[in-house]
């Protein structure tokens, strides 16, 4: 499945420059990893987010959200923001935000 390079771009200026975050194809499309964690990424049109797990039921009431599956067995912590829910600049901004702040939670991969 290809990714929607437009929005691959819109997430890399939010991020802006920064060394500890990296691009890596993986399921298809590009994930934006820092310290080795995926912390969001592009499929097809669509944002994959890694959040805080504890915060996977409240952020699935958020508007075009739901969990991530690709093998029939979703994973707490992991969302799909369809196309429409990152459309607007602010909504993509928290979305990319949340995701890197949880990544910088984690135990950097070596």
Request: proline content about 4%; glycine content about 14%.
């Amino acid at each position: 499945m290809a990714y929607d390079e437009a929005l691959a771009a819109r997430v890399r200026a939010l991020i802006g420059p920064r060394d500890d975050i990296g691009e890596r194809k993986m399921f298809g499309g590009l994930s934006f990893m820092l310290g080795g964690n995926m912390c969001c990424g592009v499929l097809g049109d669509e944002l994959m987010v890694r959040v805080q797990p504890t915060e996977t039921e409240t952020l699935l009431g958020e508007p075009h959200a739901r969990r991530f599956d690709m093998t029939g067995r979703p994973m707490k912590g992991w969302l799909v923001v369809a196309g429409a829910g990152v459309e607007d600049d602010a909504a993509l901004a928290r979305w990319v935000a949340r995701g890197v702040a949880f990544a910088a939670t984690l135990a950097v991969k070596g």
